[in-house]
């Protein structure tokens, strides 16, 4: 604090003021650690016992409060929650806002807003309210309730609510408190009381999120809802035609908004294309996302995912009240402290039930003996009131031993109160029955205290019965598979080379087009020097002068080959080799010759798929040289490490190398397998083997809807969930399929061939009740048909249809051959006859070259050499061996 010093007026006005520091002490010390600590206890972070947050309780208390039955305005509410929330009405209405959202402990009534599409609720006074019968049920009991007074004194509030449910895990929390925060995921209502069954059953159960936007999410790394863990969420898109892709379904924490406006900046920063976009939302997600003609949609449906808020990371952070201090949990033991709390809840209810009951019985059971042995007779001469109750105390005595407990003087004068009406009227029997009801209830309360965890299971069994209906799980739990950005970008940006000056980018429009490509690729460069880099796409960069080969580089990429012949030197001898470039380090310079000044490239080619050419070697005439021209093989070159030396050619200069005959593949046909689990094919040997395939072989696939197509096989296909057949193409092998024509009501039997591959077909009727049966791709299938019973007829013997044999081979919009007038029960695909298929014969059956193989050439060369984002890897130049 700065005081001026110099009051006196008189004093001379070029004097200047002086001034002290004082330092601030006392109260200011310690406001911070408050302030933090009512933000934490107070407001962000919801207590363990009910799963409320202090704003969340009062609501529901002062709902309660107005409780009738019928719906309040929210305004109401809001202003009598403000009697216990010292804070605004907006944030009370908010507040409430999200747990009417929830569709849990409120009953709504008018416009609540919509958490798919981000709209926002109608103002308070506009929308009602009322506790849900949930909420009646599990969260309120005044009687175990612990009360507290309000914040101004005048009221009183509960602590906690004796919620006897799991709440807290079933709606969710998330809070930003001062220094800490809790993001709890919202989990599935029924499962939720399972796992809470299996705790009580001594079981081991794990729980999962549920969102209420429904979509697809990975929880491979959930750690339990614990600081550290991950959960990836997805959109469910699919393919609606081959240009339209349609989501159904949204990632927790997205809006159809949000989700809109994310592809659209994808669509403008270029890493998707997208020509038009329509949001059908209403009760239910509908958004079309249209695609220019030419587009692959499995492309676009990754690129979605890699590029915009169709996938998303959650990190949970379970953190909870407890006994007025932060705790953090796992999901797992929220759960099961929830639980012990049930337990304790319904123990408590159990325990007032039982004494209520036996003051009920006691009082019963005094009223009988004062009525039935006419005790009320005695009081007629007493003249006080002492003398009253000691007559009556008198009277009582030979009729008490049978009692539970010791009658008071309360008791006596309960007594009195009875209406001399009623002890008219008294009728001894229904008064017995009454005790008897009455004692077959203690028994019936004293049996659920001494089998309390049965009790328990029986009260969560009652809560999935009554409240489970339409509560099942919205979000399919699935493992995904990362998607790799680099292979589903859209190469929008068009790549140039100066080859002579040595520059690459995209600026360089003048100059010579090599490939479409995206911001995020990078480059690989081959230059006549015999040497070789990568680098990031940029509008310029300086390689190295005489460019001979430009493309986009595919990590890990062990298909591609690339065949070279250099000399060693300016007079030197010249080699042969043939490598792959699976890892590198971005903008470093590598040479691929042996290092001496003066080498240069004589030959190079880059093979997609490992095809090896045959050239034609044509030497200078120079001395004694008999043989000038020769043919070499590229075949007869083994695929080894970048950095080999290579196959001695010639020590003798070489005039001119011609191309003689383009190369056919030289490595094995790739083996492709199906990953169930995450619906995606692979390389890596995860899941079934679906075969192995070259170039030209395609992969068929068959719905349920009767539609089918065969596709080149790729690692970024997706497929629909009516699948019912994919296999490798074999396009000599019969389709043979059963259907119900729904125009005719009648079934037919077609078998065909495939005439245009890469088009996607229907081969059964297309009246809208017609069905596919069975399908099947064996040469020589068997079918079963079970016929209905008809009235008054005996049931036919089932019939077995060698389909071969039934009908011959046609065109695929033939309608087939009629199978039965009679009426049919079911039809069952049965195993097929044996049969020899034909062996398929390829052009490139050639002694092949295994990418493992090419893997292990490679591994002295690249296992301490990986590109990454940054550029930079742990690479040692020593130890780099000639392989030949």
Not at 227 to 241: E, Y
Not at 345 to 356: F, N, V
Request: charged fraction near 30%.
């Amino acid at each position: 604090m700065i005081e001026d010093q110099n009051d006196d007026l008189t004093n001379d006005h070029n004097e200047e003021p002086k001034e002290t520091i004082t330092r601030i002490t006392g109260m200011y010390k310690d406001w911070f650690l408050d302030y933090a600590s009512y933000v934490i206890l107070e407001r962000a972070v919801p207590a363990i016992e009910d799963g409320f947050k202090p704003v969340q309780r009062r609501i529901m208390h002062s709902m309660k409060d107005l409780d009738d039955g019928r719906y309040n305005k929210v305004a109401n509410i809001v202003g009598h929650t403000m009697q216990y929330h010292p804070h605004g009405d907006a944030s009370i209405a908010d507040a409430m806002v999200q747990i009417g959202q929830k569709d849990l402990l409120i009953d709504t009534q008018g416009n609540w807003g919509n958490i798919l599409t981000g709209d926002r609720a109608a103002a308070s006074r506009y929308i009602e309210a009322r506790i849900s019968k949930f909420g009646l049920d599990v969260v309120f009991n005044p009687k175990i309730t612990e009360w507290q007074a309000s914040y101004d004194g005048r009221r009183k509030e509960p602590v906690n609510l004796p919620v006897m449910f799991p709440l807290l895990l079933a709606q969710g929390g998330e809070g930003i408190a001062v220094g800490l925060s809790t993001k709890i995921l919202p989990h599935n209502f029924i499962e939720l009381i399972d796992a809470s069954v299996k705790h009580l059953q001594g079981k081991r159960f794990t729980i999962l999120p549920d969102f209420p936007t429904a979509g697809i999410a990975d929880f491979s790394n959930y750690n339990d809802g614990n600081r550290g863990g991950k959960v990836r969420v997805r959109a469910k898109i699919s393919q609606l035609d081959k240009n339209t892709l349609v989501i159904n379904e949204l990632p927790f924490g997205t809006t159809t908004s949000s989700l809109i406006d994310s592809i659209l900046k994808a669509n403008d920063k270029g890493k998707i294309k997208v020509k038009k976009i329509e949001d059908n939302t209403a009760a239910e997600v509908e958004i079309l996302v249209h695609l220019p003609s030419g587009l692959s949609p499995d492309k676009t449906i990754d690129a979605l995912y890699a590029f915009t808020s169709c996938e998303s990371s959650i990190s949970p952070l379970g953190c909870v009240i407890e006994d007025n201090k932060p705790l953090f949990i796992g999901v797992s033991e929220m759960l099961r402290r929830s639980t012990d709390n049930t337990v304790q809840l319904l123990k408590q209810e159990l325990e007032i039930k039982l004494g209520e009951l036996e003051e009920q019985w006691h009082f019963a059971s005094l009223e009988r003996i004062f009525i039935e042995n006419r005790i009320y007779r005695d009081i007629e001469e007493q003249e006080t009131w002492e003398g009253v109750i000691t007559a009556i105390d008198k009277g009582l005595q030979p009729h008490i031993k049978h009692l539970k407990r010791a009658v008071t003087e309360d008791d006596i004068v309960r007594l009195t109160e009875i209406r001399i009406k009623r002890i008219s009227k008294f009728d001894i029997d229904k008064a017995q029955q009454k005790i008897d009801a009455l004692e077959e209830q203690i028994a019936e309360v004293k049996h659920h205290l001494a089998h309390l965890i049965d009790y328990t299971i029986a009260y969560f069994t009652r809560l999935k019965k009554t409240y489970g209906a339409g509560r099942e799980r919205k979000t399919e739990i699935r493992t995904f598979d990362d998607v790799d950005a680099t292979k589903v970008v859209i190469r929008n940006t068009k790549l140039y080379v100066n080859r002579e000056e040595g520059f690459i980018g995209t600026s360089l429009r003048r100059n010579e087009y090599v490939c479409d490509c995206s911001d995020i690729d990078d480059i690989i460069v081959f230059t006549k020097e015999g040497k070789m880099m990568v680098t990031k796409v940029d509008s310029k960069t300086f390689i190295g002068k005489d460019i001979i080969h430009v493309a986009v580089f595919k990590k890990k990429d062990k298909r591609t080959i690339y065949n070279l012949i250099y000399r060693d030197g300016k007079k030197g001898p010249s080699y042969i080799k043939r490598f792959a470039v699976t890892s590198m380090t971005r903008d470093r310079e590598y040479d691929l010759t042996n290092g001496n000044k003066g080498s240069v490239s004589l030959y190079f080619s880059a093979n997609p798929n490992g095809e090896a050419e045959v050239v034609t070697i044509n030497l200078r005439q120079a001395g004694s040289i008999k043989k000038l021209k020769w043919d070499i093989d590229f075949a007869d070159i083994l695929i080894k490490g970048r950095t080999s030396k290579g196959n001695l050619v010639t020590k003798y200069p070489i005039k001119r190398i011609d191309l003689k005959e383009k190369g056919v593949s030289t490595l094995k046909p790739r083996k492709i397998w199906f990953d169930d689990t995450v619906q995606r094919l692979n390389v890596d040997g995860r899941g079934e083997l679906i075969g192995e395939f070259r170039g030209e072989d395609k992969l068929l696939i068959i719905n349920q809807s009767g539609m089918l197509k065969t596709v080149t096989p790729e690692v970024t296909m997706h497929f629909g969930s009516d699948m019912i057949i994919m296999e490798k193409w074999v396009p000599k092998k019969p389709i043979s399929a059963i259907y119900f024509h729904g125009e005719k009501e009648l079934y037919y039997v077609k078998r065909f061939l495939i005439e245009q591959e890469g088009r996607e077909e229907s081969f059964i009727s297309e009246h809208p009740n017609s069905q596919l049966e069975i399908v099947s791709t064996d040469w020589k299938p068997m079918a079963e048909v079970v016929f209905a019973k008809e009235r008054g007829k005996d049931r036919k013997d089932n019939l077995e249809v060698n389909l071969e044999e039934f009908i011959d081979i046609k065109g695929i919009s033939a309608q087939g051959n009629q199978l039965t007038k009679d009426k049919i029960n079911q039809i069952n695909l049965l195993d097929p006859l044996p049969h020899e298929a034909p062996e398929e014969v390829h052009a490139d059956d050639l002694e092949v070259v295994d990418e493992k193989q090419i893997s292990e050439a490679t591994t002295e060369t690249n296992s301490k050499e990986s590109l990454n984002s940054e550029g930079e890897s742990e690479d040692d130049d020593e130890g780099q061996t000639t392989l030949f």
